[in-house]
């Protein structure tokens, strides 16, 4: 069984790189091909990962390794496999959907580039999370980035291509970082192996908390963390639909990860308020992604804002784990890291599911807004329902398996402080701040799905549309019922994934990593929770159907006041976060204008009145504007070196050599 | 065993919960000077409604119909968990994060169902319900968090079971007890957040979500709202004198039985009176004034949480 594993994991890489390039041939067929080579292929990769979680036992597997270069160039163990499942699983899912999706849009995009670049994307992914050596973990990472990038500007308008090179530049600099700190663990050298990697604790811990500080960085700032998060509900909203489920779905996953990778390794040699410092920015995220994540009216952005919010809920698990560690409170970092896990997978396949979804009802309403949405609950009923569940997923409300992975971090907060761990009252602000921030994703899906769904259609294509069948309702039912199973079986899996006994989640010894003993997974099964909700809520219908006559009922227009209605009266995805606008303004960044100009001159009174309001960003208003002025001044400040003289650039050239022979000896 | 005490619980605590909020509209008619009607009206009400014919939005789809159902079947959840009849209710199922998270998806059907039908007024008291609702929610958690230290535990039902008399073992609980009334206003719509008398006003909450719903759908809604009213005035009775019960609770015998239904219908009565006295002393505040409500109840209930942290 073991023996096939490694050609699993090389059929799934070999077979997504050759879909990378089968759409070469410039024919229908080879593009169909492609797509079938590229599923299969992820699917293969899926259930390899899974494969390897099932059977326990090996801590690590080498997949390809030339013993006469490196040891290992590709590996996997469990933390990797955890990461890589998922990344196979929703590429599958996301090839699926492109079959229809790329079919229905074949005019707007280019197909044999968009089909190359998904594959390269999601070949860099898999070789990040199965890299051994710096530099293969390097160059997949960069081949990850700079493919997505080029995916975003699939669509080559001016505002796909400007968030393109926005994200470009970002994700550049988080890789700089990330070279750099690769080259400190490395001690300058690229081709280290990361079973060798524990030999960095050599270094002077100054060293380290460079390193430390770097990876945070490089990675925190390509998993969306404020305030580096800018790029992100630009760039994620412009790509195609399942390339935007692909980035914010596994993505930024993928570099979280990265910081896991390192920071298991990096984190036992630091002082302990760098805990503090990785909790505090994933709380900030969390919090100031779900603020913006109920105020934007784009159906995408408000997704990848959503993401910001995860991701930062994330690092909070991340942070919380070296809390435990630093604090020689092992429950409590165990519990976060299984926390983690859990909610890795859940958003990974909520997030995945709702980018779908939005794509799909883009194709009905052909706008992304939601105020042009409305009333598709009753045009696509089976769709509206897979897309509540992967709301109320979102929105970690029970008996969905985003709910499990919170309870579980919450519950070991709270052994923890019942424990009298010192520091209990960081750990209590934690969950309050946790808590707050669930109780505002609960308004912005709820926002999300009520105003995209129901009510009267708010424009002329929401009210035609049609049912979406076949492959769009097939790749969201797929996400919706695994966290159907994941909310009723949530301590089965997390038995399955981390087997108490056999499983030890990185090899051990190396890092320092505890055996997943003494993990309380069965405080209260979800199963029964599920169980006795479904009977409460089947005691209630057969109270309506044994008690009232069913057929009594007969269908009018909604209460009207006496005058006709329609769809401009109702409440708009603007008017919806009103409130919380309202009480939170003093933390967002909104201008509000509403200006009257009288129709008459005599009577002020009766005016035509145009209402408008901006949602904007502190960190973009005070942060990344004055950062572009200053490059730009430092550009043109460079540009007087341009004076067009041959000999004055032969000169400089000269003098770069002798100042860079000073500096070499 | 349990079970079969929790399903009985359920029953018992719906079948109670009409003449609770009969009880306190009585009492407030009589207060404000009116003679009120009859406590057990609202038993007739249920009765007729369920008889009616329901009118649907032509706007409404497959959600409306199934809000009522998953808001009632929240709420006969959380009567069947929490400790409010017999000591126990079912522990495990009463951790104070899953009843809180039980209680959401509860409000969050019952907003959906008041965006369905496409009106304005079900949409405003939609984002209003919502607001509140994501506001109450770290308060809740606070509040419940604050009792659950006191006595070293998660579970609400062993909160009242190791503590006998939490706030007087530990003050800092009778902040969170106060904590505690602030939230059940508001998560019942009750004064000051919500007027819920009228039909027709524009600061309403509740009453604008349910506007569409006719027939057995609004019995079943309104049904679904008394019984938590009534499952949150027994918890406040259960934080506040555990002991009353303690004594029923002991031996689930015929007479421990009965003496814990009759402590139960005290508890009603006289809380029930209580709530009909508080909200005849007090104006509803102005809906954007919400939010210092809610900030009074979040900030009692960590000050109740952290000096039970401290002391």
């Known amino acids: 069984m073991i023996e096939i594993l490694p050609r699993l994991f090389v059929l799934s890489l070999l077979g997504v790189l050759a879909s990378a390039f089968l759409p070469l041939i410039r024919s229908r067929l080879a593009e169909w091909a492609a797509q079938m080579v590229f599923i299969m292929s992820t699917l293969v990769g899926a259930l390899a990962g899974f494969l390897f979680l099932l059977v326990g036992g090996t801590p690590f597997l080498g997949i390809i390794s030339f013993p006469a270069v490196f040891s290992t160039i590709l590996s996997i163990d469990s933390l990797s496999a955890a990461f890589f499942t998922l990344v196979c699983l929703v590429s599958a899912l996301c090839g699926i959907f492109g079959l229809r999706y790329l079919e229905d849009y074949r005019e707007k995009y280019h197909l044999p580039t968009l089909l190359a670049g998904t594959a390269l994307f999601v070949l860099g992914m898999q070789g990040v999370l199965l890299a051994q050596t710096s530099i293969s973990f390097f160059f997949f990472w960069e081949l990850m980035s700079l493919s997505s990038a080029f995916l975003v500007m699939a669509e080559c308008s001016r505002a796909s291509i400007k968030a393109a090179l926005f994200y470009l530049t970002m994700t550049q600099i988080s890789g700089a970082a990330i070279l750099g700190g690769l080259l400190l663990i490395g001690d300058g050298s690229l081709s ?106 784009d159906i995408k952005r408000v997704l990848a804002m959503s993401s910001v919010e995860n991701m930062g809920l994330l690092f909070t698990m991340a942070g919380v784990f070296f809390l435990g560690m630093y604090g020689g409170n092992q429950a409590l970092a165990i519990g976060s890291l299984l926390a983690l896990v859990i909610h890795v997978w859940a958003h990974g396949l909520f997030k995945a599911g709702l980018f779908l979804s939005a794509g799909t009802i883009i194709t009905r309403t052909h706008s992304h807004s939601l105020e042009a949405m409305g009333g598709l609950a009753k045009r696509m009923p089976v769709f509206a329902a897979f897309f509540l569940v992967l709301c109320l997923s979102a929105a970690a409300l029970p008996p969905f398996g985003t709910f499990w992975g919170e309870w579980m971090f919450l519950s070991s907060i709270w052994q923890a402080i019942l424990d009298g761990m010192p520091g209990s009252i960081v750990l209590l602000l934690i969950a309050i701040i946790m808590v707050c921030v669930g109780g505002l994703a609960i308004f912005a899906m709820v926002r999300l799905f009520g105003i995209s769904m129901l009510g009267a259609p708010r424009s002329k294509e929401a009210e035609a549309a049609t049912p979406a069948g076949g492959i769009y309702r097939f790749t969201m039912a797929v996400p919706a019922l695994l966290l159907v199973l994941m909310g009723l079986f949530a301590p089965l899996i997390v038995r399955m994934v981390f087997g108490l006994e056999t499983v030890q989640f990185v090899q051990s010894g190396n890092y320092f990593f505890p055996p997943l003993a003494g993990a309380d997974t069965n405080a209260s099964s979800p199963l029964i929770v599920g169980l006795a909700l479904l009977a409460a809520i089947l005691f209630c219908y057969a109270l309506r159907r044994l008690w009232s006559d069913v057929r009594r009922e007969r269908a009018y227009h909604q209460w009207d006041c006496g005058q006709p209605i329609t769809p401009g009266m109702e409440y708009t995805a603007t008017a919806f976060s009103g409130p919380i606008r309202f009480f939170f303004r003093s933390l967002l960044r909104i201008r509000k204008e509403i200006v009257a100009t ?66 070499a000896l | 065993m349990m079970i079969i005490f929790a399903i009985i619980q359920a029953f018992l605590v719906i079948l109670v919960a009409p003449f609770l909020i009969g009880w306190v509209r009585l009492c407030k008619a009589r207060l404000q000077g009116r003679h009120g009607a009859s406590p057990l009206l609202p038993y007739y009400t249920f009765l007729t409604l369920m008889k009616k014919e329901i009118v649907f939005s032509t706007n409404a789809s497959w959600v409306f119909r199934t809000v009522p159902f998953v808001v009632l079947g929240t709420t006969v959840f959380a009567a069947a968990v929490l400790p409010l009849l017999t000591l126990e209710g079912i522990s495990p199922l009463s951790h104070f994060v899953l009843i809180s998270g039980i209680l959401a998806l509860g409000s969050v059907f019952l907003v959906l169902g008041g965006l369905d039908s496409g009106s304005a007024f079900g949409g405003m008291g939609a984002s209003r319900e919502m607001t509140i609702a994501a506001l109450v929610e770290p308060a809740f958690f606070v509040t419940l968090a604050g009792f659950g230290l006191g006595s070293g535990t998660a579970m609400v039902s062993l909160m009242i079971g190791n503590g006998v008399v939490g706030w007087v073992v530990h003050p800092g609980l009778a902040l969170s007890l106060a904590a505690l009334v602030l939230v059940s206003l508001a998560e019942n719509a009750r004064y000051p957040v919500d007027n819920p008398a009228t039909h027709l006003e524009l600061t309403m909450v509740h009453e604008a979500m349910i506007l569409e719903y006719s027939g057995p759908y609004l019995a079943l809604l309104e049904l679904a709202s008394w019984t938590k009213l009534t499952v949150f005035v027994l918890l406040i009775g259960s934080f506040l004198l555990p002991s009353t019960y303690l004594l029923a609770g002991v031996d689930y015998t015929l007479v421990g039985l009965g003496m814990a239904v009759g402590a139960l219908v005290v508890k009603l009565i006289v809380l029930g009176g209580a709530l009909a006295l508080l909200e005849t002393s007090i104006a509803k505040m102005r809906f954007f004034r919400m939010q210092e409500y809610l900030a009074y109840a979040f900030v009692l209930g960590v000050a109740g949480l952290i000096i039970t942290l401290i002391v």
Not at chain 1, 211 to 236: D, I, N, R, T
Not at chain 1, 599 to 607: G, K
Not at chain 1, 624 to 651: D, H, N
């Open chain 1, 192 to 297: 280290i192996d990361f079973i060798n990697l524990s030999a960095a604790a050599d270094l002077p811990v100054p060293m380290l908390g460079l390193a430390f500080g770097l990876f945070f960085f490089g990675f925190g700032s390509k998993a969306g963390l404020v305030p580096f998060h800018a790029w992100l509900p630009e760039a994620h909203p412009q790509a195609p639909s399942h390339i935007s489920a692909l980035m914010s779905g596994v993505m930024l996953k993928v570099a979280l990860y990265g910081f896991l990778r390192f920071g298991f390794v990096i984190g036992p040699f630091l002082p302990s308020w760098v805990a503090y410092v990785v909790v505090g920015f994933g709380l900030l995220s969390a919090l100031y992604g779900v603020l913006y994540a109920l105020l934007e009216r």
């Open chain 1, 598 to 663: 009288p129709m008459v001159s005599t009577n002020p009174w009766m005016a035509r009145r145009t209402y408008s309001l901006q949602v904007r960003s502190i960190w973009v208003e005070y942060g990344y504007a004055p950062m572009e002025k200053l490059v730009f001044w430092i550009s043109k400040q460079a540009r007087r070196l341009q004076t067009g003289s041959v000999q004055f650039y032969m000169f400089l050239l000269f003098l770069a050599l002798i100042v860079s022979l000073i500096l």
